[in-house]
């Protein structure tokens, strides 16, 4: 399974960027795996910012909620991070995982920097 971000980049505070993670080697099973976007700033310990259960509807860290939207398309095997309002602590490098019972999967993540 692999799984490969893009969309990362230098934005202004207050502008939007939108982050995509193509998954591959999941098949047909893409569904059966929550998948998620998690962050790390610098000297900080990765944390969740949104997730979709395969069975549930969308959660997101408190800071986060009403600026970002993560967003599945099965018949793509892709997840989508829509970013808005972007604020300068939400600098950091992000990741896209996917997780089962059995297996937890990461990309290689992508630098998302909020500067003026």
């Known amino acids: 399974v692999q799984l490969v971000e893009s969309g990362g980049g230098l934005v202004q505070p207050g502008g939007s960027l939108r982050l995509s993670c193509e998954v591959s080697g999941t098949g047909i099973l893409f569904s059966w795996y929550d998948v998620g976007w998690f962050r790390q700033a610098p000297e900080k310990q990765r944390e969740l910012v949104a997730q979709i259960m395969s069975a549930g509807s969308p959660n997101y860290a408190p800071a986060v909620t009403g600026r970002f939207t993560i967003s599945r398309d099965i018949s793509k095997s892709t997840v989508d991070l829509q970013m808005n309002s972007l604020k300068p602590e939400d600098t950091a490098v992000y990741y896209c995982?996917?997780?089962?019972?059995?297996?937890?999967?990461w990309g290689q993540g992508t630098q998302v920097t909020v500067s003026s």
């Open positions: 995982n996917l997780k089962s019972q059995v297996a937890d999967y």
